[in-house]
């Protein structure tokens, strides 16, 4: 065909409406928080910057005005497995959808042009460094294109996390399709890389539209570490059995170490991390993809792309550094809306480590002061006595009234004590001890233990041996995190770890402040309570038909190489298990059954469900 040629337009069904489409193709039955409003701002041709956190519903707000303006939505992606999965999901519901990338077979890449060449697609999904390709742009330039959506927009500002520079290059864009929407999305919030964007991508003049962050269905909760494997393998088999999750680790090593335990006690994980042999990696990211059920132990080498929508839990056996990624690790749980779990052990030596790490690091001043505040924003998170959420949001600028009700604090407040006076031991025990030992060693001073090391130092003999016999060894390491934590003590970097005063202890030492300290593990509430309210979706759902209609799913889903949430959402699995629809028309009624879906996947769930009903 020549350059030009008029494009034969093989079926031009007319365009539906936004609501329609949500109905129809997708099966919802309402838009949700600030997708109406983006979808008309950009129905109307207007450029839009869309801030949502994970799980928001960010794809829809692309996805519908791309079906119902005339032409392609091009939607620029980072990631592969990010591209495809959606690319899968779209095509499930009806949609004609492709992606370009570089390690597609040349068959594939030249038929998706051709599909794109004679306007058949609805959405084309496209790494950046596409767009850096003269012959691409001019056969967008022939195309008739209904919007561009950047996906992961931070990946343009060096100060976002996953920097990308082919995403500088999307300034294109702008100049060379001007009267094109542009929308530019993204999970993350901080003000920096927002007016990166606005500046790289050219859209001082697009509306903006900031929902708000909270991910009310995740239930955060910090255990005081004990065992931490152990607690974790709890954690697991009472609240999350058969679920799919991650476990963050800081090391490689303790990634494979942990991912071994958890196997060798029946629990389905493997390992993820960067020194693993890429196809190891590869096999192992797919299988927690297209399987039910796996949990991936690993660095935070494991990180975007991961939009599996039922990832159940995630926990962390060691700090993360800051609570920007703390958010962000944690929001892989519960895509879907449905209730999930962020769990973190957190004990002494995190609080010591951290600290350590923090006096290396060499910064200059100015940074140097701006990671310690990161710093103590993580650990004041786990000391917190107050809701958890409050915490997080107010540390993105989001104030609440009242407590959420969905985390360990608001469930089971924490017992508190006045411990000013086990405080100014615990720092008088630093002090004369020459501030270069210890919280272990220290604890031995205070409880008076005649160990071999404390009497060849001579410290059997000061004032402060054995002057807090009131508390247990245990409960003075929880003292000492705690004023670790508080920046009260800090941790000698280069050497054993020992502790020293700060200039902030001094109020508390001569007396003039007082200090509230938590007692680990003596919630006042009782007890079992968060057993019972467990953050499971199918708790107290009939557990046989679930696992039934999960089957069903799986099978098709192999049958297709996709992964099941593809085939329909765990959202959508409860509500037949709630409804047990027995007739098509029941099952269409459902959240999520469109009308694609419900002609192609009906007949097999309604098979399960009326053999159920038998
Ligand atoms: P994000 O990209 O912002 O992380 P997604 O676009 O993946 O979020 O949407 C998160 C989940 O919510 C998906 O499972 C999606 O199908 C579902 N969802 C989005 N909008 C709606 C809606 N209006 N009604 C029901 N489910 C929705
Ligand atoms: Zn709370």
Redesign the pocket.
């Known amino acids: 065909m020549e350059r030009g040629d008029a494009v034969p337009v093989i079926s031009a069904p007319p365009l539906p409406e936004p609501l329609a489409a ?1 109905r129809q193709v ?1 099966g ?5 928080h600030e ?1 109406q409003a983006v979808i008309e701002h950009v129905m109307a041709g207007g450029d839009a910057l869309v801030l ?9 707000c692309y996805q519908i005005p791309a079906l119902c303006r005339a032409g392609v939505g091009l939607v620029i992606s980072p990631l592969i497995a990010l591209m495809e999965d959606q690319v899968a999901a779209l095509t499930a519901a009806g949609v004609a959808a492709a992606c370009l990338h570089s390690a597609l077979p040349a068959g594939e890449m030249a038929q998706t042009l051709r599909r794109l060449d004679r306007r058949e697609l609805d959405l084309l999904y496209v790494a950046p460094e596409r767009l850096a390709s003269e012959r691409f742009l001019a056969l967008l330039d022939r195309a008739q294109i209904a919007l561009f959506a950047i996906d992961e927009a931070h990946c343009v500002s060096q100060w976002g996390h996953d920097f990308r520079p082919d995403y500088r290059g999307l300034a294109v864009l702008e100049r060379r399709y001007a009267h094109v929407p542009r929308l530019a ?1 993204t ?1 993350t919030a901080d003000g920096a890389t927002r007016r990166d964007i606005v500046a790289q991508l050219g859209l001082s003049a697009a509306r903006q539209f900031v929902a708000s962050f909270d991910r009310p269905n995740i239930r955060y909760r910090v255990v005081a570490k004990k065992e931490a494997r152990r607690q974790l393998l709890d954690f697991i088999t009472t609240e999350h059995g058969g679920d799919a999750g991650i476990v963050y680790c800081l090391s490689r090593r303790k990634v494979e170490e942990v991912a071994a335990f958890l196997a060798g006690a029946g629990i389905n994980a493997l390992p993820y991390h960067a020194g693993l042999d890429p196809a190891v990696r590869q096999a192992h990211q797919r299988r927690f993809r297209i399987e039910e059920g796996v949990v991936m132990v690993a660095t935070i080498a494991f990180g975007m792309g991961i ?1 599996k ?1 039922n990832v159940r839990f995630v926990a962390h056996l060691d700090l993360p550094k800051s609570l920007e990624a703390y958010y962000q690790e944690t929001g892989r749980a519960g ?3 449905l209730p999930a779990s962020a769990w973190l052990a957190y004990g002494l030596k995190d609080a010591v480590l951290l600290r350590q790490l923090m006096g290396q690091s060499g910064a200059a001043p100015e940074q140097a002061r701006l990671e310690r505040h990161k710093l103590d924003a993580m650990l004041g998170y786990c000391e917190s006595v107050r809701c958890r959420r409050q915490v997080l949001l107010d540390y993105f600028g989001e104030h609440r009234e009242a407590g959420c009700g969905n985390c360990d604090l608001c469930l089971a407040p924490a017992a508190s004590f006045d411990g000013t006076e086990a405080a100014q031991k615990a720092l008088s025990a630093a002090y004369r001890t020459g501030q270069r030992y210890g919280a272990a060693y220290l604890a031995e001073v205070l409880v008076g233990r005649q160990s071999e090391r404390v009497h060849r130092a001579g410290h059997d003999a000061l004032s402060i041996f054995g002057i807090g016999q009131e508390l247990q060894s245990a409960e003075w390491l929880s003292v000492f995190r705690q004023l670790i934590a508080f920046g009260l003590l800090d941790v000698d970097a280069a050497g054993t770890g020992g502790l020293f005063l700060t200039e902030a202890s001094r109020p508390l030492l001569r007396g003039e402040q007082r200090l509230n300290l938590r007692r680990d593990d003596q919630p006042t509430g009782r007890k079992g309570r968060q057993g019972a309210n467990r953050a499971a979706p199918a708790q107290g759902l009939d557990r046989l038909l679930w696992d039934r209609l999960r089957a069903c799913r799986l099978a098709l889903a192999r049958a297709q190489g996709v992964p099941p949430y593809v085939i329909f ?1 765990d ?1 959508t699995l409860l509500e037949m298990v709630a409804a047990r629809p027995q007739t098509s028309g029941d099952l269409a009624r459902l ?2 059954v469109g009308v694609r879906k419900l002609e192609r996947y009906g007949e097999a769930f309604l098979a399960v469900l009326r053999a159920d009903a038998a």
């Open positions: 949500l997708w919802y039955h309402g838009f949700r997708q949502m956190p994970t799980g928001g519903g960010k794809s829809l999305l999970a939009d929508p895509r879907d809306g959402h959202a959240s999520g």
